[in-house]
């Protein structure tokens, strides 16, 4: 159930993806965000789609992976769909009772669930393929110009990286606890809302009192280490470019400028 | 009641990359009234075993026979089970959850449908059972005990629902001695007073050779080795070679046999070994 989110988790390989240079990749996902927005008719979308195929591929990251995490906001996309389907005004197409599917409503239905997916998709391909602790890594990199503007670059890098790398811990702590209070003949599945709601109780207390000891813990590790921020702090594996990440930064803006010139010249 | 374990397998994680076996073809059974420790190094299967015994986790192949019924059946009613099928997980204490101790106590009982009259007799019938004041702790916030009296009070908030089998995955744990002897006492006062199977998962041999009837051995999630403690703790190559010893007592006659000093059987606690000693003396 709560394991079934994809979102941070990794997918070990040696892929040509997953050795890129963090940064590379933080950046090639925005851009790809970016140019599904560029994106205005379904010829941009199917070139986004192929440019996505083309990285997953190469990844050999299993596409069952990346549908996974579609799970979890499969909801959201359903509400987008049936919302455009019904709500855009134009050539009419066919009434269901009071509701009418127009012809324009239809094709912004379809485009819009197919640019929602990708987004999930090009985004989830980032944590499958890059570890969180280098993830991290890449938006501290990437937010430390701004340092001067007073953006605490590490500070908020580090708070990152806990709390990915607490997610897994979390987890495994209620299954564990949901397990306890279930062999104490706690029951979570059945009766109204009000009764399920309160049987959380039994699994959320022990939860956060387990969070703050880990939390509190956590941070005596850290002082015990000599940590104080950010300054002065210097890395073991300090990021380098090499010559993939040029390669991919040139695919990468080949891609923008084929969306863009799509867009404007088709 | 009996337990019947017969080739049960389990997989973590199937289909993934990281896949492992936990259970690998792990078949015994468990009579009325007995003890049985369960040993082996960490992550050879143990918590996983136990985990299973009472429905928690379901094998991927393989029966399990409560008194007969098939507890992997899909149409068999967990909360029976778990009814009859008591479950200590490691460092119960992060288990607690209510206002006062006897609350917390109750939770399990309450569980059961029972009525107020019978929840309370049980709950003041377990808390004192683990060896503590009932009047004096009743109304403490659980949160403020010691961890060896945190640790007592989880453990009563199971054998307050009186299970017919009462699972305990390394109580002792993390504990100071005077504590890991209250509470090893307070578990051989339950077996005595209820008569119930039980299970103890336990890093520990000197508490294991002493208090069970039987023994498991995991490793790798396979079953090694089992038998009486007599039968387990002669192997001891076996038992090292899996990254376990012998209890000390054993360990301490073993040494005098490498001395010369002569000593009979098969000797696991302080008591065999007094008496080995003593015999030896004797004929001096």
């Known amino acids: ?266 | 009641m009996s337990i019947q374990v017969n080739n049960i397998t389990h997989i973590y994680s199937e289909g993934l990359p990281h896949q492992s076996i936990a259970l690998d073809d792990v078949s015994f059974c468990a009579e009325d009234g007995q003890f049985i420790g369960i040993i082996g190094h960490t992550g050879s299967g143990k918590s996983t075993l136990v985990q299973h015994l009472n429905g928690l986790l379901k094998p991927k192949s393989g029966s399990i026979l409560v008194s007969g019924t098939d507890i992997t059946a899909p149409e068999v009613v967990m909360r029976d089970i778990r009814r009859k099928i008591g479950l200590v997980f490691q460092y119960p204490e992060y288990q607690l959850f209510e206002e006062t101790v006897e609350k917390d106590v109750a939770f399990g009982p309450a569980n059961l449908g029972l009525d107020e009259v019978e929840i309370q007799a049980r709950v003041k019938e377990a808390i004192e059972l683990v060896g503590l004041d009932y009047e004096e702790i009743r109304k403490r916030s659980p949160f403020d005990l010691s961890g060896g009296q945190k640790r007592r009070v989880a453990i009563a908030g199971v054998i307050a629902m009186k299970p017919e089998v009462l699972i305990l995955d390394e109580p002792t744990a993390g504990l100071d001695p005077r504590a890991h002897r209250d509470v090893l006492t307070m578990i051989e006062t339950v077996h005595a007073h209820e008569n119930n199977i039980i299970f103890l998962v336990s890093h520990n041999m000197n508490d294991i050779a002493r208090l069970s009837d039987k023994i498991l051995v995991m490793d790798g999630g396979r079953l090694a080795l089992q038998g009486s403690p007599h039968e387990v703790f002669s192997r001891e190559e076996t038992l090292i070679s899996l990254g376990l010893s012998l209890p000390e007592p054993a360990k301490l006659i073993n040494m005098a046999r490498q001395k010369g000093i002569p000593a009979e059987g098969t000797v696991l606690t302080v008591e065999d070994a007094e008496e080995a000693l003593y015999q030896f003396l004797k004929k001096d």
């Not at chain 1, 050999?60 to 709500?87: A, C, D």
């Not at chain 1, 009418?100 to 090009?122: C, N």
């Not at chain 1, 300090?238 to 080949?254: G, N, T």
């Open chain 1, 1 to 266: 159930m709560i394991r079934d989110i994809t979102l941070g988790q990794y997918f070990p390989g040696k892929s040509w993806v997953h050795r890129l240079d963090p940064r590379i990749k933080i950046i090639a996902t925005l851009v790809y965000i970016a140019a599904l927005f560029v994106a205005h008719d379904f010829l941009g979308i199917l070139i986004a789609v192929g440019a996505l195929a083309m990285v997953i591929a190469i990844s050999r990251v299993p596409l069952s992976f990346m549908l996974r995490g579609l799970k979890p906001i499969f909801l959201i996309i359903l509400f987008t769909f049936v919302l455009n389907l019904f709500m855009i005004p134009g050539k009419v197409m066919a009434r269901i009772w009071i509701l009418t599917i127009t012809e324009e409503g239809l094709y912004m239905a379809f485009f819009m669930a197919a640019r929602l997916i990708l987004l999930i998709i090009g985004s989830s391909l980032l944590t499958l393929t890059t570890k969180p602790m280098s993830l991290t890594d890449g938006i501290e990199s990437l937010l430390s110009p701004f340092r001067k503007l007073g953006v605490p670059a590490h500070e908020l890098a580090m708070m990152m990286t806990i709390a990915l790398r607490f997610i897994p811990t979390l987890l495994e702590e209620t299954d564990k606890i949901m397990k306890a209070q279930q062999a104490r003949g706690a029951d979570f599945e059945s009766g109204n809302i009000i009764r399920r709601a309160k049987s959380l109780i039994p699994i959320l207390v022990p939860l956060f009192i387990s969070a703050f000891r880990i939390a509190q813990e956590l941070a005596m590790a850290m002082e015990a280490r000599c940590y104080r921020g950010g300054k002065y702090r210097t890395r073991m594996n300090a990021m380098k470019l090499e010559a993939r990440d040029f390669a991919a930064l040139i695919l990468m803006i080949l891609f923008l400028a084929g969306m863009i010139a799509e867009r404007i010249l088709l």
